[in-house]
């Protein structure tokens, strides 16, 4: 079997799909025989392990509504009988009207606390290029997991959205995965390139001898068994469940591997089962192995099961499909497995392309760049100009006020007063403190004359 492209998934069981999406490791016990217990009404149902977080940039709400809708028995026993079709057509989105009033109040809240948080992202995005006049409820419309136009309460509609751009994004999340991933290893191209420029004859040689040293080191490992197959599977069923590999038995292996008990394996509990085909090529203490192409390879390794054994495409194995897999030949005599060493990941034309990318990259952002130098020097110059004329200013005032003492008129104090009197004028307060007669001495020249006796005025 030859590694094949990720078809577009055609339908997908979201909303159990995210309930069972669970961390899947591997069990040395035999879960067909421990018992689950009884659910009380109105609490969580709490989960072996962790939910895997979806990677969607509203991952904490569609977290946070299915934790909640699983506390309401009566919607809770809605999505495990649900098919697909119900789901994609919205029919269980209908069944909110009929769960608990504490239930709709607790998804009121969320929604609301959704909606502010979206508009912190927008005010966010629109402070960075200065723009004024925001229009939040236009740009909620470009949210597409909740209605903008009701943002106060969750209703079906709310639901119907959210599952309808999950599964969308979901459909698409591998395959950006792997652009992204290709754009990495680029990149890491580009940067080496880069670095070789700048040595000199003697270290470059040296460097690419180090470089081709390590990918052969890299290579050097042991084969690796086609994802899937019964060779692969027996060495988990050996070296990760601890049993007897001549006993090996597709039913119980499968039954081991279904972490969460649901009767599927989901895209973690099949990533799962390669952490031994990985770790015979990767290693995080060596310097030659790269765990970003160590997730990359995980993710090729399911994509592949996953287009040889989900007949219906709904990102689920069923015990039927995977026992419908094991009696094919490939399962038996499968081609070997290439790992991401032994393929070209991308073309010296598409190398070329990029480069040029991240070249137009850099000449709008020098661009930019020159653009706020000049901005900043231009109000450096504004604050040099505006620092000069504040000191003309004052020494404009310091002038007129030494032309001032010079002509005998006193300066002036801050409420327009003087600061001092010219001699022979005093304040109506000194007069009446020294009235005529009193204590205090007379100008020169100035006789006083003597006080009237009231008893000697004739009439």
């Known amino acids: 079997m030859k590694w094949l492209s990720v078809l577009p998934q055609q339908c997908l069981l979201l909303m159990t799909c995210l ?32 939910l895997k977080d979806t990677g969607l940039y509203y991952d904490e709400y569609l977290r946070q509504v299915i934790d909640v809708l699983e506390t309401d028995k009566h919607f809770r026993e809605k999505l495990q009988t649900a098919d697909i079709e119900e789901i994609k057509s919205g029919k269980l989105s209908r069944e909110l009207d009929l769960v608990s009033h504490h239930v709709r109040t607790r998804l009121d809240e969320l929604k609301r ?33 909740l209605n903008h136009q009701n943002p106060d309460t969750f209703e079906p509609k709310d639901l119907d959205m959210l599952i309808k751009a999950a599964t969308s994004d979901l459909e698409n999340y591998d395959k950006t995965r792997h652009e992204e991933f290709k754009k990495y290893e680029m990149m890491k191209e580009h940067e080496r390139r880069e670095y070789l420029k700048t040595l000199d004859e003697e270290k470059r040689k040296r460097e690419e001898s180090k470089f081709e040293e390590m990918k052969k080191k890299h290579g050097d490992h042991p084969k690796v068994h086609h994802p899937g197959s019964k060779d692969q599977l027996k060495e988990v069923w050996e070296e990760a469940d601890g049993l007897d590999p001549n006993e090996f038995d597709p039913k119980t292996f499968f039954k081991l591997h279904d972490v969460n008990n649901d009767g599927f394996l989901d895209e973690q509990e099949l990533e799962a089962l390669f952490t031994k085909e990985l770790e015979k090529v990767y290693d995080p203490k060596n310097e030659e192995d790269d765990m970003v192409e160590m997730e990359e390879e995980r993710l090729r390794m399911r994509e592949h099961v996953m287009n040889e054994v989900d007949i219906n495409k709904d990102r689920l194995v069923t015990l039927e499909e995977f026992l419908r897999a094991t009696e094919k030949k490939e399962f038996l005599e499968p081609d070997s497995w290439e790992t991401l060493d032994q393929q070209q990941l ?32 231009e109000l450096q110059r504004q604050h040099d100009q505006l620092q000069a004329q504040k000191q003309e200013l004052q020494q404009v005032v310091k002038q007129m006020e030494q032309k001032k003492l010079q002509q005998g008129n006193p300066p002036a104090g801050p409420a327009g007063e003087l600061k001092f009197q010219p001699p022979g004028e005093h304040k109506i307060g000194d007069a009446a403190k020294h009235p005529v007669g009193g204590d205090q001495p007379l100008p020169p020249g100035h006789v006083q004359e003597p006080a009237v006796r009231t008893d000697q005025v004739h009439p």
């Open 19 to 50: 309930v069972m999406a669970l961390e899947a490791v591997p069990i040395d016990i035999d879960k067909t025989k421990v018992k689950g217990e009884g659910h009380v009404e109105g609490e969580k149902v709490e989960n072996p392990v962790f």
């Open 113 to 145: 606390q959704e909606v502010a948080r979206l508009r912190m992202l927008i005010k966010a995005k629109m402070d960075s290029v200065q723009d004024t006049g925001i229009d939040h409820q236009a740009l909620l419309k470009q949210f597409e997991h």
């Open 346 to 377: 991308f073309t010296e034309d598409e190398l070329k392309e990029f480069e040029n990318h991240i070249s137009q990259q850099e000449d709008e952002l020098r661009k930019k760049a020159e653009e706020l130098q000049k901005q900043k020097e």
